[in-house]
């Protein structure tokens, strides 16, 4: 019984979900990882909205990709320098406590936190680490955000401080064994990363990680990585991403 049971689960396995990359942005040329593209991507059904958290000279999180805001170097700079810049939407950077609690209106929106990697020092990431972690809890958001990182001990850090919570690692050089052994939920790799290691996906469901790739804009790809059953896809292109799932569904 056992079996049939576990046989009907896998063949009934959700179809994969659509993040979008630093909000939903590009159709609507919104500035990236800005509120208006976290908005934007859950008007328009993302399953989330992925986005990156920096910390500041000043010990302030806040929402931004590269690791300059408009040429304002964020870790060397305080929040107070970083508001003399604007996006050309007119919005601030905003600080992950504002992003956190716009995401929290969209209930259905998961928000996919990356804890970005300081250039100070392996201690400034995990003070970032700890503090996002922190912040979540204070919001009382933890069943609505998942963490990603590319440094392998925020990761860790995160299972420590909330066991419950899902987070995935980034950067494509952990077998699935290791990953699960050291807590964590998910592998969320650069799609080149599974070409590369084609057991990989396989060996993730079989221990019960979850797999995402990133960042698939290629229509091809998406429809590469969704017969291989993965769970998450994140795009700069969430449009075109639902396109193919459609498409895919449709063949079945």
């Known amino acids: 019984m056992a079996i049939i049971i576990l046989m009907v689960a896998s ?10 990359h630093r909000g ?5 040329n919104l500035p990236e990882n800005s509120l208006a593209s976290l ?5 328009i059904g993302c399953y989330g909205s992925e986005f990156d958290v920096h910390l500041t000279k000043d010990d302030i999180l806040v929402v931004n990709h590269d690791k300059d805001f408009y040429g304002i170097d964020i870790e060397h700079a305080t929040y107070q320098e970083l508001l003399t810049k604007k996006h ?3 919005e601030s950077i905003p600080t992950l406590e504002e992003y956190l609690k716009e995401g929290k209106k ?24 700890e503090m996002c972690v922190d912040a979540v809890k204070k919001l009382k958001l933890q069943k ?29 050089d952990v077998d699935p064994a290791k990953a699960k052994a050291d807590g964590y939920t998910g592998l969320d790799y650069h799609f080149s990363v599974f070409k590369k290691n084609p057991t990989w996906i396989e060996e993730a469901h079989h221990i019960g990680l979850t797999i995402n790739a990133w960042t698939v804009d290629d229509a ?4 590469n990585l969704i017969q291989q059953k993965i769970e998450f896809l994140t795009t700069n292109e969430p449009e075109k991403a639902f396109e193919v799932i459609k498409a895919e569904k449709s063949k079945k």
């Not at 963490?147 to 066991?163: E, T």
């Open 11 to 20: 063949s009934t396995q959700a179809q994969t979900k659509v993040i979008a």
């Open 144 to 172: 609505q955000v998942d963490y990603i990182c590319f440094d392998y001990d925020a990761g860790k850090l995160v299972h420590k401080l909330d066991p419950k919570a899902d987070v995935a690692y980034l950067n494509g």
């Open 106 to 129: 969209h209930k259905k929106t998961r928000l996919i936190l990356e804890i970005k990697t300081s250039i100070i020092s392996k201690e400034r990431t995990l003070q970032t680490t």
């Open 24 to 28: 939903a942005w590009k159709t609507q």
């Open 39 to 43: 908005n934007h991507a859950s008007e």
């Open 88 to 90: 050309p939407n007119g």
């Open 220 to 223: 091809a790809e998406m429809a």
